[in-house]
């Protein structure tokens, strides 16, 4: 299996320090991150830290995306990580809505951190405190906002 993960999602989870997650939850050795989401995220204030603990990601470059993708009026980085998954079959992880519906249509396998919380929880690598926890960092630090439907799926018991 393949990961090829976005610039939100990369971002959110860095912002909570918890990108093992990804690692612990797929059971994969290396996350597959293009050119451009790295340039995305050499903006952000945390990029230091990020580039020190990243050992395991391995950064693509993308040198030609389908006419179809690029004109999608969607972010380099998004266009650029969903040529590289629809290339190699790799799932896409993002939080971009617009982006993961266009990758979906494509036929992308697409998880946002919802689903990945839920994955999360229902495989046992979460508990219900961690996800509560992870729920008011994400708000906290990513000021990244759960409706209330979200957040009963996430803490049903």
């Known amino acids: 299996m393949r990961l090829v993960c976005d610039t939100d999602f990369l971002s959110a989870l860095q912002?909570?320090?918890r990108i093992d997650l990804i690692y612990e939850v797929f059971g994969v050795d290396r996350i597959y991150v293009t050119q451009a989401v790295i340039d995305e995220l050499a903006k952000a204030p945390f990029f230091y830290d990020f580039i020190r603990k990243t050992e395991r990601i391995e950064r693509v470059v993308?040198?030609?995306?389908?006419?179809?993708?690029s004109s999608a009026m969607l972010g380099k980085g998004e266009t650029d990580s969903i040529s590289y998954a629809l290339k190699t079959k790799s799932?896409?992880?993002?939080?971009?809505k617009k982006a993961g519906g266009f990758a979906e249509d494509l036929g992308v396998m697409v998880v946002d951190v919802?689903?990945?919380l839920l994955v999360c929880r229902e495989i046992g690598v979460l508990g219900l405190n961690d996800i509560e926890h992870?729920?008011?960092l994400l708000k906290k630090r990513d000021y990244m906002e759960f409706n209330e439907n979200q957040k009963k799926l996430l803490l049903r018991e």
């Not at 799932?91 to 971009?96: A, G, M, Q």
């Open 15 to 17: 912002k909570i320090d």
């Open 114 to 116: 919802i689903s990945f």
């Open 134 to 136: 992870i729920i008011e």
């Open 91 to 96: 799932i896409f992880l993002s939080n971009d």
């Open 62 to 69: 993308v040198d030609e995306v389908p006419s179809h993708i």
